[in-house]
């Protein structure tokens, strides 16, 4: 394993600047909750990082967790709780966190793939830069907290804890307090809320027309704590006044907890949402399946419309200007016999002329 350096909080996430920037990819953000809960960022004295690439370096996480003199029997879980985002995404370590115990280096390997779904007509998403009602990045599960969250307020005039999140309760300063289930009233009021929450309540939360996902696969090994321990000793060497040799041991009264992220590969997964239908497809299948099934085919309509515009031409031409009824002539014309006599007598009378 490559010497171990100490690192900065501000140069905690360099190696994934550089992924950023050779790769294309965006920077993933660790965060860590605690075992009682607590949200905390890594000091300076608690980070060990190696920059290199691939397993053996990555992000390397050092914490220590839990003071042995603590009472155990106080604590549900020892150890901490890390989720691994998108940095322009809210964090939600209770739902999409995972755990890692003391005295094990966890290793988290990551895969990045990309989602662009397609809006309307198509589809039903979110577009890309829409902010949730505090000014947070929108997200389905943000929107479904906050869903409950007005639904909550407004049936029973409280709120549950699991409806915030720190930064919501940083920024809002909401001014319902959490529900006491305590008190049978409003123990029955929050538990009417909740069924109808996840039964029946409809909170219209689409997701985003564009997402990153994290994939992660976690496994672990036993840490090497007198490997750190010796690390840190040599670190901290120094002499005191009297020009004694004095150092910092890494702690023995606190659980070690190791944690390793790194990119499995520099491949970005994308995956497009496309129209089965547009509209020149439909037009094209129309067309074929008229003809398939039909026998029509475009010269087809051409003939018909022709005929139609035929039709009516001659019709419209042969109307009366003044479009009245001509009433027709009732008068016989003469019978052909009558015209034969009238023309012998005709003859007759020359003849006698002559």
């Given amino acids: 394993m490559p010497s171990p350096t100490l690192l900065p909080r501000k140069e905690f996430f360099r190696p994934s600047d550089e992924v ?11 965060k860590v909750e605690m075992s009682d809960g607590r949200h905390r960022k890594p000091r300076d004295s608690q980070i060990l990082a190696n920059c290199h690439w691939h397993i053996v370096s990555g ?11 603590d009472l155990e029997l106080l604590r549900r879980e020892i150890g901490a709780r890390i989720v691994i985002h998108d940095s322009h995404m809210l964090p939600f370590v209770d739902e999409y966190g995972v ?18 779904r397609l809006g309307k007509p198509w589809g039903n998403c979110e577009e890309e830069g829409k902010t949730m009602y505090n000014g947070d990045p929108y997200s389905i599960l943000g929107c479904e907290k906050y869903c409950g969250y ?7 005039n409280c709120t549950m804890r699991h409806f915030l999140r720190g930064s919501v309760l940083n920024r809002l300063k909401a001014p319902y307090p959490f529900c006491n289930i305590t008190d049978d009233n409003m123990k029955e009021c929050v538990s009417e809320v909740t069924e109808n929450i ?5 909170c219209n939360c689409k997701p985003p027309c564009r997402e990153t996902v994290y994939s992660y696969t976690v496994t672990s090994s036993e840490l090497n704590e007198n490997y750190y321990k010796t690390v840190k000793a040599i670190r901290t060497l120094t002499l005191d006044a009297e020009g004694k040799k004095k150092y910092m041991n890494y702690s023995d009264a606190k659980l070690m907890v190791g944690v390793k992220v790194y990119y499995n590969t520099f491949q970005v997964s994308k995956y497009n949402e496309v129209a089965s ?13 008229l003809g398939f099934f039909m026998g029509l085919t475009l010269v087809t309509f051409l003939e018909i419309t022709e005929f139609i515009w035929d039709f009516f031409s001659i019709a419209c031409g042969q109307a009366p200007a003044d479009n009245k009824v001509r009433k027709l002539s009732t008068t016989k014309p003469p019978e052909v016999n009558q015209l034969f ?8 009378s020359r003849r006698l002329s002559l």
């Avoid at 755990?99 to 662009?116: C, H, I, W, Y």
């Fill in 277 to 289: 239908y547009s509209w020149e497809t439909l037009v094209a299948n129309i067309g074929g399946n």
């Fill in 59 to 69: 992000l390397q996480l050092l914490l220590r967790v839990s003071d042995l003199n």
């Fill in 150 to 156: 007005k639904h909550m307020t407004e049936r029973c």
């Fill in 99 to 116: 755990n890692v115990r003391p005295k094990d280096m966890t290793a988290v390997e990551l895969s990045l793939s990309e989602t662009q």
């Fill in 20 to 30: 950023d920037k050779t790769n294309e990819s965006p920077k993933p953000w660790v």
């Fill in 198 to 202: 996840e039964g029946k309540t409809e």
């Fill in 341 to 348: 006599s009238a023309k012998g007598e005709k003859t007759f």
